[in-house]
C-alpha cells in the first residue's frame, strides 16, 4: 500500500509501542475466552492462521505474490507477528492454568 492509497508510511515508535501493545492484549484476550469456551488450546493459533491467509488472499489483486508481500511494511509484520504472539501466549496461559488444577478453564 502506497501513500496515495491512504497509508502512511511513516510511523511514529510511539504508535508503534501503543499498536504492538494493543494487538498483544486483543489477540491475547480472544484466545484466551476462545480456549475457555471451546477447551482447545491450538485451535486459536490455526484461526489466526486462516485470518492472515485470509487478509492476503482476500487484498491479492495481481501480479507477483513476492511482490504483493514485498508492499507490506516492517510494522505490518510486526503488528502481525505481535498478534500471534498474543494467540500463542493466551494458550500457553489456558494451559498452564488447567495444569494447575483450575477447573473453569
Known amino acids: ?3 496515495s ?3 502512511n508510511l511513516e510511523v511514529n515508535i510511539f504508535q508503534l509501542i501503543i499498536g504492538v501493545v494493543i494487538i498483544f492484549v486483543l489477540f ?3 484466545s484466551f475466552i476462545l480456549n475457555m469456551l471451546l ?3 491450538y485451535l486459536p493459533v490455526l484461526f489466526y492462521a486462516v ?3 485470509g487478509w492476503l488472499v482476500a487484498y491479492y489483486e495481481s501480479g507477483s505474490w513476492l511482490d504483493y508481500l514485498g508492499e507490506y511494511g516492517i510494522v505490518d509484520i510486526i503488528y502481525a ?3 500471534l504472539g498474543g494467540v500463542l501466549v493466551g494458550g500457553l496461559t489456558i494451559q498452564k492454568l488447567r495444569s494447575l488444577g ?3 478453564f
Open 102 to 104: 483450575y477447573k473453569m
Open 1 to 3: 500500500m502506497n501513500e
Open 39 to 41: 477447551k482447545t488450546t
Open 28 to 30: 491475547f484476550g480472544m
Open 51 to 53: 485470518f492472515i491467509i
Open 81 to 83: 507477528l505481535m498478534g
Open 5 to 7: 492509497e491512504g497509508g
